[in-house]
């Protein structure tokens, strides 16, 4: 018996050894916690990968506003290399401790990594056991550097910035970061092609609001279906400042890719346009013109949609045929109109469908110009005609850009709003 | 004589419910980790209809050694074999299942040590893995079949209930439009990916030498046939799961996609991070099958040596497994591609020589009457 207890005692002992983690143990203070990398190409160059990663620093972090004269929060290395992970031991030189990417939340990617083709850095993503497939991969234009060199607004570190962002945009179907391993799915399945939402640094506003002039005052009016309700807010607060105006990040619109090349990239109207075929509109706002006063609008808020697409094969034409089912209710609108009528309401619905249907058509001829199936209408022939669809594989960007599509769209307006008939002078 | 040389090597006795979770654990600890990989690489969205047919030829296999055991009741394989076809050719068939069952236990480490060293630990050496386990192994074999099979029972729910909750957790992110087109595939090539040993039940043939240490050796067939269905259909929903996650053109492109799958769960940010549960399937798992293969192993070496005692082979034995496990393969990708195919072999292991030996009892009833 007391044999026994010693025996247990010594393997107890033994099996401390083990616990510490054997060979792969490291202490956290000795990690560098990468939050976001960014990724960039220099083309031309013998070395052309340049990476840089903001860090967090846990203590600092957990800290928050006490600290008065403490570290940035979020410290900035780079380096370059002739492959991702050489330019990831270049910056590692700089550093006092070891790089880290299990926590890497976000990968900002450069214009001209894009262009260059997102093979390696598939590779780098899929290969290593470090990286999570479920950080989510996000575009700019330009270098993808300037991303993390720009100051956080509300949050505590430039990738907490990033994320509340990419969580924001759930409600906001004019951008669509995609994880990792959404993206690449798109990437590698025939009949559809990948996108991810762009995010720009102080874009200027005519990029972010499509129509607007430079001259025009911010919070002009918008033109046709109303642009990206999402960035534009930003503006108007930070040009009030002083003389030089904040930095900001605006995630808006979406990178389009055919293969895994940038083919070109879409505003946040057009985002919104294909986000209808796919039924992930939801929760927008969209501006119509008012049935009795043209030049007035009404604003929507988009409460259900639902999305049906049918491919159609006549004498083995192939069309589509596309339902887009919505719901919304009333918010607000410019003129003093009554609403609360059916036949009101009728004609709302129709001008809204008429809305959404342009919206869908313009995004359509544009993802045709730009032969990129963000949509999927490959697959979902894939789906329905296996077989027709294993003959036009090959060259489905091509038939892509030929497709016709027939799209309909049916509007329920619900409710409107607590405001029942409009608050305007008695004549 | 035969009959009291069993008892002798083994004393303890297992219920049939604690045979048939051995046989669950035994199909599942490594299926669910290797199998989505290659069948949907061979068969696209439809991988998953090859385990269903893989399970039915694990039935097949499961009847055929549960009739053995019904006809030589209180014998193992091992013994068995050699009262039909003598001394001499009997222990030979009986080697060829002893050196399959070690070549089970090997595979197996060495699965478990690149699988360790590729996702988790990079610079830990190979051999901590495989020493470790089989020292374990050998240990639990020591202590004997009873000791493995009431270990199981706890083992297996926190494996069964990881794989709930990996699943669960999951359904956010599943597309069930993925799946489609459904049955697109040809029958020679479903066929064939069936019959790859890890699609195919092949563990059920381990019941050829545990059947006599059942309490109720009538159920073995039940049971046996319950245990293959849901292993199976674990490993079938699983496919399901990834396809619907991922599609099958990105599924085939991980290592493990199962890990990459539970990577990708992200409950509202806050439920994320579930590997350690893929390690909780694979370590607690992988420990149970190695103790059982070993242990089938060393009991039919024991018994065609006419030993007393289980205990002098285990070791050594356990020492050849993991010699065996690392020259078996050079590099992850001929492990891959050889569990990844079948050949006739492994067709007559697990269909014709049982098949053989039921005819022989067949015949010699016939004579015996006749």
């Known amino acids: ?427 | 004589m035969s009959k009291r040389q069993s008892r002798m090597l083994e004393k303890g006795k297992i219920s049939p419910r604690q045979a048939g979770e051995l046989l669950v654990i035994a199909l599942n600890a490594t299926s669910i980790l290797l199998v989505p990989s290659f069948t949907v690489k061979q068969l696209g969205q439809n991988a998953w209809l090859a385990v269903l047919l893989g399970t039915l030829w694990g039935v097949v296999t499961l009847s055929l050694v549960y009739w053995l055991g019904r006809k030589h009741p209180g014998q193992t394989i091992f013994q068995y074999s050699q009262t039909l076809l003598g001394r001499w050719l009997g222990k030979a068939v009986g080697l060829v299942y002893i050196w399959n069952f070690l070549q089970v236990v090997a595979i197996v480490i060495r699965e478990f040590g690149d699988f360790m060293t590729t996702s988790f630990m990079p610079n830990t050496p190979l051999s901590v893995f495989s020493l470790s386990l089989v020292f374990l192994a050998v240990w639990s074999v020591y202590a004997g079949l009873e000791v493995i099979a009431r270990m199981n029972e706890f083992i297996i729910i926190l494996v069964i209930s990881s794989l709930y909750i990996i699943l669960l957790l999951s359904l956010g992110n599943w597309d069930l439009g993925n799946l489609q087109p459904l049955f697109t595939v040809q029958f020679l090539p479903l066929l064939k990916t069936s019959l790859v040993p890890e699609v195919w039940a092949v563990d059920t043939v381990s019941f050829a030498v545990i059947m006599p240490f059942l309490t109720r050796p009538k159920q073995a067939f039940a049971v046996g046939t319950a245990a293959t269905v849901f292993a199976n259909g674990l490993v079938a929903v699983g496919i399901l799961a990834l396809l619907a996650t991922f599609g099958p053109y990105f599924t085939v492109i991980p290592r493990f996609p199962i890990l990459t799958f539970v990577r990708a769960i992200n409950v509202a940010r806050i439920l994320s991070r579930f590997e350690v549960l893929v390690m909780v399937v694979w370590v607690a798992g992988v420990f149970i099958k190695t103790s059982y293969y070993l242990y089938c192993a060393s009991l039919g070496l024991a018994q065609i040596t006419d030993l007393r005692e289980i205990r002098p082979v285990v070791l050594p034995l356990g020492i050849i497994a993991i010699v065996r496990s690392f020259s078996m393969y050079k590099n992850i990708s001929e492990l891959e591609t050889a569990v990844s195919s079948t050949n006739p072999a492994i067709l007559s292991l697990y269909f014709g020589i049982p098949l053989m030996l039921l005819l022989v009892t067949w015949f010699r009833e016939k004579f015996a009457q006749g």
């Open chain 1, 1 to 427: 018996m007391e044999k026994q207890i010693i025996l247990l005692c010594l393997l107890l002992l033994c099996l401390n050894l083990f616990a510490a983690g054997c060979w792969d143990h490291i202490e956290i203070e000795e990690l560098a916690l990468v939050r976001t990398i960014a990724i960039d190409y220099l083309p031309g160059r013998r070395a052309p990968y340049l990476v840089t990663f903001a860090i967090s620093l846990p203590s600092d972090v957990v800290g928050g506003e006490g600290g008065g004269g403490g570290a940035e929060p979020t410290q900035l290395f780079s380096g370059v290399g002739a492959t991702l992970n050489l330019a990831l031991r270049q910056a590692s030189l700089n550093l006092s401790r070891r790089v880290f990417l299990s926590h890497a939340e976000v990968i900002v990617i450069g214009e001209e990594m894009a262009k260059h083709g997102l093979a390696h850095v598939f590779d780098f993503i899929l290969r290593s056991p470090q990286i999570r497939l479920n950080s989510h991969l996000v575009f700019t234009k330009g270098l993808a550097q300037q991303i993390l060199t720009t100051t956080e607004r509300l949050e505590v570190g430039i990738t907490e910035e990033i994320i509340g962002m990419i969580e924001q945009s759930r409600y906001l179907p004019e951008t669509e970061p995609l994880p990792a391993y959404r993206f690449l799915q798109k990437v590698v399945t025939p009949g559809q092609e990948a996108y991810s939402a762009l995010l720009l640094k102080s874009p200027p506003l005519e990029e972010v609001i499509p129509g607007l002039e430079a001259e025009q005052k911010p919070g002009g009016e918008e033109e046709g279906g109303g642009g990206g309700s999402g960035g534009s807010g930003q503006e108007g607060e930070s040009s009030g400042g002083g003389e030089k105006a904040a930095e900001v990040l605006t995630m808006t619109g979406v990178a389009a890719f055919r293969d895994d090349k940038l083919a070109g990239l879409l505003d946040a109207t057009e985002t919104r346009g294909f986000q209808w075929f796919l039924g992930k509109t939801s929760r927008t706002y969209l501006a119509i013109p008012d049935p009795e006063q043209p030049e007035e609008s009404i604003t929507l808020l988009v409460s259900r949609v639902q999305a049906k697409i049918k491919p159609q094969i006549k004498n083995g034409q192939v069309s589509f045929s596309v339902e887009v089912i919505t719901e919304g209710d009333i918010r607000s609108q410019t003129a003093a109109s009554k609403l609360n009528t059916p036949e009101m309401i009728n004609k709302i619905n129709s001008a809204n469908a008429a809305v959404i249907k342009k919206e869908m058509e313009k995004s359509l001829r544009k993802m045709q110009q730009l032969q990129v199936d963000l949509v999927g209408f490959g697959t979902i022939l894939h789906r329905h005609e296996p077989k027709l669809f294993s003959r036009l594989q090959d060259n489905w960007s091509e038939q892509f850009s030929r497709l016709k599509v027939e799209i309909v769209v049916t509007s329920d307006v619900r409710r409107t709003g607590l405001q029942s008939n409009p608050a305007r002078p008695r004549p």
